[in-house]
């Protein structure tokens, strides 16, 4: 016989996620939550997931959100393991993934009278969250009404912001009574607001009248239609679009390889390739030499398309335009003339000038990491769920082409912390292999990523172990400072070898190109076991073998 929580609240709670289609849970241990942990787990609509660390958990659930594109439910305890959602709710609320953040409370008047596990959890999350809601305990009059309208607002702001949103669930004791049956619940009329956009016409005027147009294109998930409407735009060479690894788009008229292209320009450099309109679509700009040149070439007109988010990154922002980049391209399109513009082959001849280049400096160059990215861009299968770390990996993944692949990278708020817990949420939800390309210290950080029982038997890890945040040779400042081995870049001696026999893992070490070569080829083939690939690059200087390549360029 099923047995459910007798809380009122969470009764509503599960009838309400229900209603609107929300049936993956994921919960950490503790007692408090422990009504949620058994009602959903006892609810046949529910999937549940048991993660224990909170800051892991929170990044499983942005992976699980952005495979199956639809909010995913957190719950934990009271108390500092709320608080280790905060990361997580950092990087959902910077990417729009869409989070149900459910934390469980001791009862409003516990608060700050140093009681077990209670902090200030009520707006905990508000600087980074699109709503924050306080449940009625429920001995409270008109509990269940006010509960019920509170939770319906709650979950329709993240359907419709499509980013994370927080319920703080006070619960009294008893925790543990149980009920077998149910009482009915009314159905819901769901009200998630959708946005309309027409068209303003001055828009179509200052695109006729401009002579240089950019389309700059951050992160972003695929989207067929956005791919077929940009491909319109460069067909007759009308635009150009400059697109980033995670930016999730194909065309080969597209130019994919931002830093190759700018990574040098001079002051007459920033005023010869400068748009007098640039549009931008998507979330984070990773390159930040794309931010620096568009910042020097001050264009005179600046749209930005996103239903939510408008940021100024370039300093020249003149138009905030409140839909989807789909519709506002597939409204342009029936106004504009497809016409040819010297600006693309200004670009057009760029690109095959440095695009040679690179080819002759892959020719050249030893084993090293940018080695192993280079290797990457050939052999990985095609179709997979590449999903990118950041620091390093991002950036050496921008210099080569993924393209068969989906590629996805926490370009939120750009940190290491949650790379190998967001691959393996969305590997948990997605029948497509999920292969995670990371380097050392954000693997080594993140593993309790590993620590869960649903990590499919085709997933691949592959981590380039340079021995420190090698990131920090690259960038300029660091190596200038005393502090820099042990405090910056922090070199180790580890491997992984341990950390994958711990976790059931099939493991590989591989320190020479040959070897890699050889072990690619079976390494994503089908076994019974997840599968680590660790690559040894810590006896070369991938620094300098990265800068050589931007020298090499040059000449």
């Not at 239903?307 to 106004?335: C, I, M, R, Y």
């Not at 292969?435 to 990590?455: A, C, E, P």
Request: with cysteine; net charge negative.
């Amino acid at each position: 016989m099923k047995q459910f929580s007798s809380k009122r609240s969470i009764q509503i709670l599960a009838h309400l996620l229900q209603e609107y289609g929300i049936f993956d849970i994921v919960i950490s241990p503790g007692s408090r939550n422990a009504p949620l942990a058994i009602h959903f787990s006892e609810t046949d609509d529910f999937n549940c997931y048991s993660i224990v660390d909170e800051r892991s958990a929170g990044f499983v659930g942005i992976g699980m959100a952005k495979s199956i594109k639809k909010p995913v439910a957190l719950t934990c305890t009271s108390g500092s393991a709320a608080a280790n959602y905060y990361p997580a709710i950092t990087e959902a609320f910077y990417q729009n993934t869409p989070l149900l953040v459910l934390t469980a409370d001791r009862p409003t008047d516990f608060v700050d009278i140093f009681d077990g596990q209670t902090i200030r959890q009520k707006n905990l999350y508000q600087q980074h969250s699109y709503g924050d809601f306080q449940l009625l305990e429920d001995s409270m009059e008109n509990a269940d009404d006010e509960n019920f309208a509170i939770i319906k607002k709650a979950i329709e702001v993240c359907f419709e912001k499509q980013g994370p949103v927080h319920i703080n669930i006070p619960l009294e004791e008893p925790l543990y009574n149980m009920v077998s049956e149910l009482p009915g619940f009314q159905s819901v009329e769901k009200t998630i607001r959708t946005i309309s956009y027409d068209l303003p016409p001055h828009l179509v005027a200052d695109w006729n009248i401009s002579k240089r147009i950019m389309i700059l294109v951050g992160t972003r998930d695929y989207n067929e239609e956005l791919e077929m409407q940009l491909s319109q735009l460069v067909k007759n060479h009308t635009v150009v679009v400059l697109k980033e690894a995670n930016s999730n788009l194909k065309h080969d008229k597209f130019f994919a390889h931002i830093d190759r292209y700018i990574f040098n320009f001079q002051e007459e450099d920033y005023r010869t390739y400068a748009p007098d309109l640039l549009i931008t679509v998507g979330q984070n700009v990773v390159s930040k030499k794309v931010k620096q040149f568009l910042r020097k070439a001050n264009p005179k007109n600046h749209w930005h398309i996103d239903e939510v988010w408008h940021p100024d990154t370039f300093f020249a922002l003149t138009e905030k335009v409140k839909t989807s980049p789909e519709k506002f391209f597939g409204q342009l399109l029936n106004f504009i003339a497809l016409e040819p513009r010297a600006y693309f082959n200004l670009w057009d001849v760029l690109r095959d000038k440095r695009d040679l280049k690179h080819l002759e400096y892959c020719l050249q160059t030893r084993f090293s990491d940018f080695k192993l990215f280079e290797f990457l861009s050939h052999q990985l299968p095609e179709n997979i769920n590449l999903h990118i770390s950041n620091s390093s990996a991002i950036r050496y993944a921008q210099l080569f082409d993924f393209d068969r692949n989906r590629v996805y990278c926490n370009r939120g708020t750009s940190g290491i912390d949650g790379s190998t817990s967001t691959a393996m949420g969305f590997a948990i939800k997605d029948v497509q292999q999920t292969v995670l390309v990371t380097g050392d210290m954000s693997f080594f950080y993140d593993i309790n990523g590993l620590w869960n029982n649903y990590i499919p038997p085709y997933t691949r890890i592959i981590v380039f172990n340079n021995g420190g945040g090698d990131i920090f040779k690259i960038i300029p400042g660091p190596s200038s400072t005393n502090a820099l081995d042990e405090f910056i870049l922090t070199k180790h001696h580890k491997n992984a070898e341990h950390i994958a026999k711990h976790f059931g893992f099939a493991y590989t070490l591989v320190d020479d190109e040959d070897t890699l070569s050889r072990v690619l080829d079976n390494f994503f083939k089908p076994d019974e076991k997840a599968k680590i690939l660790e690559v040894d690059t810590s006896a070369i200087e991938n620094a300098e073998v990265l800068k050589g390549y931007f020298e090499f360029l040059k000449s």
